[in-house]
């Protein structure tokens, strides 16, 4: 595809469960992006993969937190034992490289129940 | 003091008007400066970018930088209804690969 790929778009879980979130990036973007947004909030900064290692963790909230790039590509962000503060919009961007435009995907809703 | 200011909105105009939206940051590292529209359950979508101050237009939309000031302004010129959405500003650090948004700002268009 031509854009950055999430999937599910929307997840209901819940409380205490695991979940998964996958993104597909734009093809040959090296540079991958997850944010989380709250209602009403801008996106907040989770971490940055360069390839595939975690270049900047810093935005992960807990360690119930945990995403992976395995081959520079598809990336995965996954959330163990749930509670009802992680629902939110869960967002992944790419890039081309450092320093350039990110492009976003459209996002997969999480509700915690 | 939060790194990046914005005013939330709503705003609301009529269509044909001139727009103005309008974000101030604290961190004078920020060099990249950008703008994001994002329609109701939508990822942000890119409009603009740029990384020195003064004007750059985009058909419609003009970006201005303020790098003094501290200020970045959008401007969408002969609004239409279709332009109804949040419109988030984004900075980031040379080198640091992170966003920083403004919380959005909700616009509506009247027709």
């Known amino acids: 595809g031509a854009g950055v790929s999430q999937t599910p778009s929307n997840k209901v879980t819940e409380k205490g469960k695991y979940v998964e979130l996958r993104c597909d990036p734009i093809s040959g973007h090296t540079a991958l992006y997850w944010y989380r947004q709250s209602l009403g909030q801008g996106p907040e900064f989770l971490i940055y993969f360069q390839g595939t290692g975690a270049a900047d963790d810093s935005g992960l909230p807990n360690d119930r937190f945990f995403a992976v790039r395995p081959e520079g590509s598809v990336s995965t962000l996954k959330i163990q034992r749930t509670e009802r503060g992680d629902s939110a919009m869960y967002l992944c961007?790419?890039?081309?490289?450092?320093?350039?435009?990110?492009?976003f995907g459209q996002g997969t809703r999480l509700t915690v129940v | 003091q939060k790194e990046v200011e914005q005013d939330p909105g709503p705003l609301s105009v009529p269509e044909g008007a001139i727009v103005s939206l309008n974000c101030t940051y604290s961190n004078s590292a920020f060099q990249y400066f950008m703008w994001y529209r994002q329609y109701s359950r939508k990822g942000p979508e890119l409009l603009m970018y740029t990384y020195s101050s003064g004007n750059k237009e985009d058909g419609r939309f003009t970006a201005q930088v303020d790098k003094s000031s501290k200020y970045i302004s959008l401007f969408i010129r002969d609004s239409q209804p279709s332009d109804s959405a949040t419109y988030l500003c984004a900075y980031t650090i040379q080198g640091a690969q992170k966003l920083v948004f403004g919380q959005g700002t909700r616009l509506t268009i009247n027709p």
């Open positions: 961007a790419s890039s081309p490289s450092r320093d350039t435009e990110a492009f």
